[in-house]
T-cell receptor
């Protein structure tokens, strides 16, 4: 099946610093990728839709300047958490669909990135 | 706006017992529903989708538009079914269509 890979899987950073999370589609090209945030024992909340070659679309309540998204190629989207604070600590997950698959409705998920801000 | 509701946070059953994980949705358009599963220390993966009308690992789910439900069922639970289950609703069109997830139900199968 299609594989989506995230890096790093875990990161600890100091308050005030920025951290970048990468999401790659390994065996397919994705014009669109999705970034989710998952709090402990809660559901996945869509943060933004990453669009290759254009600006990301953010969900209501998500700060664009805080969570910078770049989708520079058909296989890579990055999420940068800027000036991180402890409340940004969370599990971040990306997903994408493979447009070459029939129906193209199944979303493939990365393994997630555990961000801890100290 | 669309919404997916999973009323149970935890469902604990004995091995061999029937399982039903509840999911209700609200959506003004034509719904497309999925069940995703997350096993311990693994990524989220698709279990089944309503349009396929198939049984995966013994699980089935029928879309009931009258009751706006998409409950996940299995006649005989196995230990390996223990996992987190999320019901999801797809809305929008094309590759940019989005998924709205329920809060998830943890299924715990015990001996």
């Amino acid at each position: 099946g299609a594989v989506v890979s995230q890096h790093p899987s875990r990161v600890i950073c100091k308050s005030g610093t920025s951290v970048k999370i990468e999401c790659r589609s390994l065996d397919f090209q994705a014009t669109t990728m999705f970034w989710y945030r998952q709090f402990p024992k809660q559901s996945l909340m869509l943060m933004a839709t990453s669009n290759e070659g254009s600006k990301a679309t953010y969900e209501q309540g998500v700060e664009k300047d805080k969570f910078l998204i770049n989708h520079a190629s058909l296989t890579l989207s990055t999420l940068t958490v800027t000036s991180a604070h402890p409340e940004d600590s969370s599990f971040y997950i990306c997903s994408a669909r493979d447009p070459s698959r029939r129906g193209n409705t199944e979303a493939f998920f990365g393994q997630g990135t555990r961000l801890t801000v100290v | 706006a669309q919404r997916v509701t999973q009323p149970e946070k935890l469902l604990s059953v004995f091995k061999g017992a029937p399982v039903e994980l509840k999911c209700n949705y609200s959506y003004s358009g034509s719904p497309e529903l999925f069940w995703y599963v997350q096993y311990s220390r693994q990524r989220l993966q698709l279990l089944l989708r309503h349009i396929s009308r198939e049984s995966i690992k013994g699980f089935t789910a029928d879309l009931n538009k009258g009751e706006t439900s998409f409950h996940l069922k299995k006649p005989f639970a196995q230990e390996e079914d223990s996992a987190m289950y999320y019901c999801a609703l797809r809305h929008g069109t094309g590759t940019a269509s989005k998924l709205t997830f329920g809060t998830g139900t943890r299924l715990q199968v015990t001996l």
